[in-house]
């Protein structure tokens, strides 16, 4: 079993969908959760950061962590077009030097 | 005002060949790292330094040398390219050991070796 599992979709959604994106992990030292972004042929971008448990709202992004189910998730409301992009999840054990681990990111379009 | 930079953008390269990719990142964060996003665009962690030391040195050929100069920069040299190393190569920084674990990634530098 991989230590973070993300479904690569592809997502494809209306503009002004909700979007939910999710990962599981099974690494319970897992304690700071990152979601990025990554246009084509661009870096990673951070999006949304939080450490443990529980939700943090950001614009139309909102970033929910349940550490009893090793769940994680991604919210965008209001879809745009220029969401499109791949997101990626993040985690980190908070130990060592903080090295992430990444899912294998969700590519998603908003089509207009 | 760029936060992490890479260069160069692009390299393409002969099999055989040594070359170096060079990062630089000006957020004063103590720690660095080089990862490689393979063509299926996973990311996997390759090194890390904190303040110019070697922390982490994951399972990568010893071909892959990262060197440090000083804390904001760190370059990767590739000794005898070989046709596997073709990817995207992302450089990274980090406020650790500050209690944060978010990193900050550089453009990438794509890497095709003929």
């Known amino acids: 079993q991989k230590e973070v599992e993300q479904d690569p979709g592809p997502l494809s959604v209306p503009e002004g969908a909700i979007v939910s994106l999710n990962c599981t992990y099974s690494?319970?030292?897992?304690?700071?959760f990152m979601w990025y972004r990554q246009y084509s042929r661009k870096g990673p971008e951070l999006l949304m950061y939080?450490?443990?448990?529980g939700n943090k709202e950001d614009g139309r992004f909102t970033a929910q962590v349940d550490k009893s189910s090793k769940y994680i998730s991604l919210f965008i409301r209001d879809s745009q077009p220029s969401d499109s992009a791949t997101y990626l999840c993040?985690?980190?054990?908070?130990?060592?030097?903080?090295?992430?681990?990444f899912g294998k990111g969700t590519k998603l379009s908003v089509i207009p | 005002d760029t936060a992490v930079s890479q260069t160069p953008k692009y390299l393409v390269t002969q099999m055989g060949n040594d070359k170096s990719i060079k990062c630089e990142q000006n957020?004063?964060?103590?720690?660095m790292y080089w990862y490689k996003q393979d063509s299926k665009k996973f990311l996997k962690i390759m090194f890390s330094?904190?303040?110019?030391?070697?922390?982490i040195n994951e399972t990568v050929p010893n071909r892959f040398s990262p060197k440090s100069p000083d804390k904001a920069h760190l370059n990767l040299h590739i000794n005898s390219l070989e046709l596997g190393d073709s990817a995207v190569y992302f450089c990274a920084s980090s406020p650790w050991p500050s209690g944060r674990a978010e990193q900050y990634f550089g453009p990438g530098t794509r890497l095709t070796v003929t």
């Open positions: 939080t450490y443990s448990s």
């Open positions: 330094y904190n303040n110019k030391e070697l922390i």
């Open positions: 690494n319970s030292a897992f304690q700071y």
């Open positions: 993040a985690m980190s054990k908070g130990a060592g030097s903080y090295q992430l681990t």
């Open positions: 957020l004063g964060h103590d720690t």
